[in-house]
């Protein structure tokens, strides 16, 4: 009985592996990635000036108001990020609670809902998280633009391997036969599904972190 269980797990990670080029999830979990790094940056740059502008004008009063629309702006960002988590990477994360109607209350005064505000954990986890995507942005592209020129490099050999003025290396060995161009080319084939593979774990761990920010204000089954 264990044996087969272990033997359809087995036959179920080689399908999941191979067919990942083939599914359409993985090119919504490239495009997650794609958009991460300018994403970051901008959550980092908005929030570096804001809260450092801030901090600066606090003692006058006028970097109180800065500071909390940074906070919103921050906040903002995460609510953003896990509809982005939602929609491409189908990781199922709740917006902050702040940013959900049930936190408007009729009957209360700015006062109030201001305290509320920041009582509420994600308020502060938001900002970690904006901080985070940055640096998310930054691995992921580094590692898709570098996944992307072994895939060209490797599946253009056959096509490049005798032009005078590309030189073709594998390693230290020089490529300047067909034969072996095509083996070259064979290596991209098998690294395109290796890549494929990469892109849906970078992204699944992308939309998971922005969950871990997330999980103080989570009502569902995951983290509650």
């Known amino acids: 009985m264990t044996s087969n269980r272990r033997s359809t797990t087995v036959e179920r990670a080689v399908t999941s592996f191979f067919a990942a080029p083939f599914r359409a999830r993985t090119y919504k979990r490239l495009a997650y990635l794609l958009v991460a790094f300018p994403l970051g940056l901008a959550y980092f740059v908005g929030l570096t000036v804001g809260g450092s502008v801030g901090l600066g004008l606090a003692v006058t009063w006028v970097g109180v108001p800065i500071l909390l629309v940074t906070l919103l702006g921050a906040t903002a960002v995460a609510g953003f990020e896990a509809k982005l988590a939602n929609l491409l990477v189908d990781q199922d994360v709740s917006v902050p609670p702040a940013l959900r109607p049930a936190f408007r209350r009729d009957d209360e005064g700015f006062v109030d809902a201001l305290r509320r505000f920041l009582a509420e954990p994600t308020t502060w986890t938001s900002v970690g998280l904006a901080f985070a995507r940055f640096a998310f942005g930054l691995v ?14 490797l599946l253009a050999a056959p096509f490049v ?5 590309v030189a073709v ?16 080319a064979g290596l991209g084939v098998l690294w395109l599904f290796v890549a494929a593979n990469l892109i849906d774990l970078l992204a699944a761990a992308g939309a998971f972190l922005t969950a871990t920010f997330l999980a103080p204000g989570d009502e569902s089954g995951l983290w509650a």
Not at 141 to 146: D, I, R, S
Not at 161 to 165: L, T, W
Not at 169 to 184: K, N, W
């Open 169 to 184: 290396t594998l390693g230290e060995y020089a490529i300047d036969t067909l034969p072996q161009a095509l083996g070259v």
């Open 161 to 165: 391997y005798n032009d005078p003025g």
């Open 140 to 153: 992921a592209f580094v590692v898709t633009v570098t996944a992307a020129a072994v895939l060209v490099g």
